[in-house]
């Protein structure tokens, strides 16, 4: 089961800073997590991808790819994008 | 030479961490070097812009006709002349873009947002004639209030840029359209529980003005549209790929029909990624049948490009009397320009991201208002929270009667530390930058006289991976090309051939590195992020190593022999009894079958985490409120330094910048929205007669994800200073200033309110 | 920048009568520093442009029989602070020409030019002030002379009429136990625009003990360079002592009347006049007293 | 109107047209094909123009071309000398005093005219002297180090 970390202001919607998900990669995650807490993909994608404003880390990979692969005991974080000078 | 080493790293490197002469060197110091304004194509024409000269104001109507008859005048532009914008986002690579904000602010499309917003364009034979052109293209305002700060513009009661600006959150989305451009939150633990935990705890406000990257090159383009279709364009920019995937867009044309071709880069910081004058150079192209030129004017690089935001933050942190970190609380409001699109997120990031705090939250917005459209500046967003959080750190040092660096060390992130914003650290190095400069005689040494302080801090940047590609050709004498997409702005190709000399057991100066264009090489992300080094050096190795492939493969053929019989070192190939060197083999390689050729293309997507911690004497002139450096020292940790001369130079210049943004740089703003200091005269950065020798420690704590254990060098050291300064400051005079810039009046002001 | 015409008269009277001939639409061109900008920016229009520099009388420098100092008003920044006897006689003006701009505006620009570009910045003419520097002027009705603490009238304006120009300048000589000084305060080391700037002169008795003649003159506190009269008469007659330059600066603050801009507030610049006029007024009694 | 002038630029006799409002840095690069020096602000305050007109280093943008008639100009591109680098050239490259290098003609030619004149300064002098050249990229840390090594190494020649 991947450790998904719920961004605080969707936390309402989990009720939970930290959800166990299984899925083997982040699309099943966020599939997953949509049957659990109906609404919580329209705040985390746009017409599929990741929404432009978010990236993901999973474990150590920065990345916005939905189809990043997720093991037993992954962390899956939510963040901002960053823009580099 | 002043640099100390402080090194994890095997020394049995040849070519890493030696100071070969860069490949570049002898035509930019003989002024040979290309850069786009020395282009000067055949029959080619010479573009200029009409500005708003309004901060916020209603475009009724622009009449290009006295323009357009004068002789001499070859075409205008206005947005009519760009394709209805896609309202799309797009990644960068180094952010996002939306194509529609994008192409409003290449040209204002019905509403000026910010003084200097391009309105139109004008093309003539000569560019005297251009100016005086656009002088003649007359243009109807209807001005409109506007806010240039960022307190302002989140009021309810705000003028509006744009009317369908819904704040883009997680939470539950605001009915209204309002300046509020996104609201990020982080938590961490149970803040409240962790600042009952605290003995001592200190909040400040800080405010920090815009400031400018201040690159000295212009944004300058050539564009040829030609008759078949192709459109060519020569650019000064970080990131020829990254031109050409904004250009495809905004002109709604296919990539292939595009090559970009990146020039010598006269400097950029991470202000020449978006694209400016580019799409309008094409167009007019387009309209006139020639090459067209554009060089902005340097009022307008100021008026209308990069700056960083303006930023308002509060900074709440609390500590045991035993100095550990209990708590931190912070709210930051950054300003984006006047587009959405700003470095908020990174800024939430970094915040707190020095130290291992239990709990935490972090709320941050980006804000639009009447300034140009805010671009990244080395460590986008981080030195605006160094400042802020750095500066109650030290005073919490101050109040709990502990070192300033000892306290840091209880309390600093390490391998396992999980930041505010839930990642959690590999290995790094801010231990190891602390102990640096605590064990180095600047520290040691006592600093007396009057007026006199020395202050410390510390500072973050992620770092980016990306998209790098590389081929590499072998030559029959043994020298290896290579084709990078990196564009160079200080000194990458060589830091980059050094990589792929090391993989191959040859020297740097038998690397001969090409910046090519975007048809020559596979995509490549831009020279930003501190990444080219670490990412297109990865690339570099990689085709470095199927380069070596081949070349087995070439020697067991010549030695009729298993290719798993041939085995390298250091360049040299055995196998089968025999022996050739790489200038050897290349040359047997080349009359017995066809070319060696490596590629390398990469994407790592990580992080490689760059920790720096400065360390600054100053002597406060109390009369006068003027700051003066006497010594800095500057420790960073480069992973591993592949040419130590350019990681001290990257150190060196944005310890500098840090400086001038410290203590002088800033927009100065009137009630009407307009800059009053566009010029280098009034925007004062630093000269060399205004900063002292620039002590450099590198430490080398090498990354786990780079075969050679690069971290990338750019960017953090640009963070330290401000804060760094404020503490020495407090130490001379016992004012803790939380103003940016620093700048003498204010000093003087809090001297004079304090006595 | 609008095109115009260029010229560049070998003798005066070709020069006034060409300036005459274009009015309002002529310019003067000596180092170019300051008007080129203007032209450039569009803040100053011309139809024709009088280079100055290939006539003899502005080009010049010597010392009259009376040891006064005769500047031609082309004269630029570097030839005044390499001469040693200009540097060692008169060192404010010295201590000024070295920090307009930096080394290559200085290879150009005039002290003449600063004079007539009028700002309320100068650095150079706080310390033709505090000099008592006389500005030559020829023109269509013959010559005349004004001082130059009258020639600067309001920003970027000063006493030239229609076809008139600046010739030279007198600088008259210091004198035994005279010292003068020029500081400015600026937020960076060099390249930048005074924020306040003062220029002193102290003529001592025989013993150096007493200040017997004093001359402070201020820039960027108004709308030209000031001469600070009350503060330099009350000088005359005063022992050396730090006291007393303080109380010269408190007085000297009474002509400030600057403005809030960018480049600094209006209370912080009054105060700096207090300052720089102390600080100047000690530097020009050491360098009177050696 | 286009004026006639003859000059000598890095010792060759050379004549132009120019208008009269055109800069020295305009006709060096646009009509000369000296494009060594830059153009960075255009007004005179960053020193990447920086040329040696008889024997001193002005910015070229702050002198109009009609105003060089009969003058003796050093541009960065007659600074190397029968193929050999000048010793401040050799010294910035051997020394890392460049990052983009888009100000670095500009040092060459203020540090040459330094050591020309005060063979020997000190770094208050180097510093004082290079203030109207501006560099954002390498915090003329390693700028004035080169300077002081050109200054230690055999003299220029001339």
């Known amino acids: ?85 | 030479m002043s640099t100390e080493f402080m090194t994890e790293h095997s020394t049995e490197y040849k070519v890493i961490g030696t100071r070969p002469v860069r490949h570049d060197g002898s035509d930019k110091v003989t002024g040979k070097a290309v850069y786009t304004d020395d282009l000067h194509l055949p029959n080619m024409a010479f573009g200029a812009f009409v500005r708003s000269p309004h901060a916020h104001a209603k475009i009724v109507s622009i009449d290009t006709s006295q323009a357009e008859d004068m002789p001499g005048v070859l075409a205008t532009c206005t947005s009519a002349d760009l394709p209805d914008p896609w309202d799309k986002v797009d990644d960068l690579g180094e952010g996002c873009v939306n194509y529609a904000h994008l192409s409003g602010n290449v040209l204002a499309r019905g509403k000026a947002l910010y003084k200097g917003h391009a309105v139109a364009a004008v093309v003539a034979t000569d560019s005297h004639l251009a100016e005086e052109a656009a002088s003649r293209i007359r243009v109807e305002y209807e001005p409109l209030p506007a806010t240039t700060w960022v307190l302002d513009a989140m009021k309810e009661d705000a003028p509006l840029l744009h009317d369908d600006l819904i704040t883009h959150t997680l939470d539950d989305a605001p009915a209204k359209p309002s300046n509020i451009e996104s609201h990020i939150r982080f938590e961490k633990g149970n803040i409240e529980e962790g600042f009952a935990a605290a003995d001592v705890i200190v909040e400040r406000e800080f405010k920090t003005a815009t400031v400018h990257q201040g690159y000295i090159e212009p944004h300058v383009s050539v564009a040829s549209w030609n008759e078949d279709g192709r459109l060519k364009i020569w650019t000064a920019t970080q990131g020829s790929f990254v031109v050409r995937q904004q250009m495809a867009a905004l002109l709604k044309m296919p990539i292939s029909q595009i090559t970009i071709v990146p020039c010598e880069i006269g400097g950029g910081f991470g202000g020449k990624i978006s694209v400016y004058e580019q799409p309008v150079a094409a167009v007019l192209s387009r309209k006139c049948g020639r090459p067209v030129k554009i060089i902005m004017r340097r009022d307008e690089v100021f008026e209308a490009t990069g700056p960083t935001p303006g930023s308002f933050m509060r900074v709440k942190i609390g500590a045991t009397k035993e100095g550990k970190l209990t708590a931190g609380e912070a709210w930051l409001a950054f300003d984006a320009g006047a587009f959405p699109g700003g470095v908020i997120g990174p800024g939430c990031m970094c915040v707190f991201s020095c130290y291992d705090l239990p709990n935490a939250a972090v709320d941050g917005f980006d804000v639009v208002l009447n300034k140009p459209k805010t671009q990244a500046y080395r460590a986008p967003g981080s030195t605006h929270v160094a400042f802020a959080a750095e500066s109650v750190i030290d005073e919490l040092a101050v109040q709990l009667d502990i070192d300033p660096i000892e306290f840091r060390l209880k309390n600093a992130a390490v391998e396992g530390t999980r930041r505010v914003d839930g990642p959690v650290y590999p290995r790094v190095g801010l231990v190891e930058c602390l102990e640096a400069v605590k064990n180095s005689e600047h520290w040691k040494s006592t600093l007396s006289g009057p007026n006199r302080g020395r202050g410390v801090a510390c500072g973050f940047w992620f770092n980016a991976g990306l998209k790098s590609s590389v081929t590499a050709s072998v030559n029959p004498d043994g020298t290896v090309t290579l084709v990078e997409g990196s564009t160079d702005i200080g000194g990458t190709r060589t830091s980059i051939a050094m990589q792929l000399a090391e993989t191959l057991g040859i020297s740097a100066e038998d690397v001969i590195p090409q910046v090519a264009d975007t048809d020559s090489v596979g995509f490549t992300d831009v020279t930003g992020g501190s990444r080219t080094t670490f990412a297109t050096g990865l690339a570099a190795h990689e085709a470095a190593l199927d380069i070596q492939r081949q070349m087995m493969e070439r020697a067991a053929q010549i030695w009729e022999c298993d290719t798993g019989d041939v085995e390298v070192r250091e360049g040299v190939y055995r196998g089968n009894d025999e022996s050739l060197t790489f200038s050897e083999l290349a040359l047997k390689a080349d009359s017995v079958g066809e070319a060696i050729i490596g590629r390398g293309a990469v994407d790592p997507q990580v992080s490689t985490n760059a920790f720096a911690v400065h360390l600054v004497d100053v002597e406060v002139d109390p009369e006068t409120g003027k700051v003066t450096i006497l010594r800095y020292t500057a420790s960073q940790d480069a992973g591993t330094a592949i040419h130590p001369s350019y990681v001290e130079g990257q150190i060196q210049g944005g310890s500098v910048q840090g400086i001038g943004w410290a203590l002088n740089e800033e927009y100065f703003y009137d009630d009407d929205g307009h800059v009053r200091n566009a010029s280098f005269l009034d925007y004062r950065m630093p000269t060399c007669y205004d900063v002292p020798m620039i002590e450099t420690i590198i430490v080398e704590v090498p990354n786990p994800d780079h075969p050679y254990g690069v971290r990338g060098v750019g960017e953090v050291s640009i963070v330290p200073p401000p804060p760094a300064i404020a503490s020495a400051i407090q130490r001379a005079t016992g004012i803790r200033l939380t103003d940016l810039p620093m700048s003498p009046p204010k000093l003087w002001r809090a001297i004079n309110n304090g006595e | 920048m609008i095109d115009f015409e260029y010229t560049a008269p070998t003798q005066l009277d070709d020069a006034i009568s060409q300036l005459s001939e274009a009015g309002d639409r002529a310019r003067i061109l000596a180092g170019g520093t300051d008007i080129i900008v203007q032209l450039r920016e569009g803040l100053q229009s011309a139809d024709l442009v009088v280079d100055v520099k290939k006539i003899p009388e502005l080009t010049q420098f010597e010392f009259t029989a009376g040891q006064d100092l005769q500047l031609g008003a082309s004269v630029p920044c570097w030839q005044v602070y390499e001469n040693s006897e200009i540097s060692a006689a008169y060192t404010a003006l010295t201590d000024a020409v070295h920090i307009i701009g930096g080394w290559q505006i200085q290879s150009r620009a005039s002290v003449g030019g600063n004079l007539c570009n009028a700002s309320p910045a100068a650095d150079s003419i706080p310390a033709l002030i505090a000099l008592d520097a006389v500005a030559h002027i020829a023109g269509p009705a013959g010559r005349r002379t004004v001082p130059a603490s009258e020639f600067c009238t309001a920003p970027g304006r000063n006493v030239l009429e229609k076809g008139e120009l600046l010739v030279s300048l007198t600088l008259p000589a210091p004198g035994p136990h005279s010292g003068s000084a020029y500081q400015r305060f600026i937020p960076r080391n060099e390249m930048d625009i005074a924020v306040v700037g003062a220029g002193s002169y102290v003529r001592l008795d025989s013993d150096g003990q007493k200040i017997e003649q004093a001359r402070i003159a201020l820039s960027a506190v108004a709308a030209t360079p000031v001469f600070a009269e009350e503060a330099s008469n009350w000088l005359a007659g005063q022992p050396i002592s730090e006291d007393v330059f303080a109380e010269a600066g408190e007085l000297a603050k009474k002509v400030a009347s600057p403005i809030d801009d960018m480049r600094g507030p209006a209370e912080y610049r009054t105060h700096l006049v207090g300052v720089l006029t102390r600080r100047t007024l000690a530097t020009a009694c050491e360098r009177a007293r050696t | 109107m286009k004026t006639h002038v003859s000059t000598t630029i890095n010792g060759e006799a050379v004549e132009f047209l120019c208008q009269p409002r055109q800069s020295l840095l305009e006709i060096l690069r646009d009509e000369l094909s000296l494009t060594g020096c830059k153009e960075g602000c255009n007004n005179g305050n960053c020193g990447a123009c920086t040329v040696i007109l008889n024997g001193l280093p002005v910015d070229s943008c702050l002198v109009l071309a009609v105003e060089v008639e009969g003058a003796n100009i050093e541009t960065v591109e007659g600074v190397a000398q029968q193929r050999q680098l000048h010793p401040v050239q050799q010294c910035f490259l051997e020394g890392a005093a460049l990052q983009c290098g888009i100000c670095t003609p500009g040092f060459i030619m203020t540090s040459k005219a330094l050591l020309e004149k005060h063979p020997a300064p000190d770094e208050e002098e180097i510093r004082f002297s290079l203030a109207g050249n501006l560099c954002r990229c390498t915090g003329y840390d390693k700028i004035v180090h080169a300077v002081q090594a050109a200054a230690e190494s055999a003299p220029a020649p001339k």
């Open chain 1, 1 to 85: 089961m991947a450790i998904v970390y719920i961004p605080p202001q969707i936390q309402k919607l989990t009720g939970a800073a930290q959800v166990e998900v299984s899925g083997s990669n982040v699309r099943e995650i966020i599939e997953q997590l949509e049957q659990r807490f109906p609404g919580i993909a329209a705040r985390l994608c746009d017409n599929g991808q990741l929404s432009p404003a978010l990236q993901l880390s999973v474990d150590q990979v920065m990345t916005r790819m939905l189809s990043t692969k997720v093991e037993s005991a992954t962390e899956v974080h939510f963040l901002p994008v960053i823009g580099g000078g």
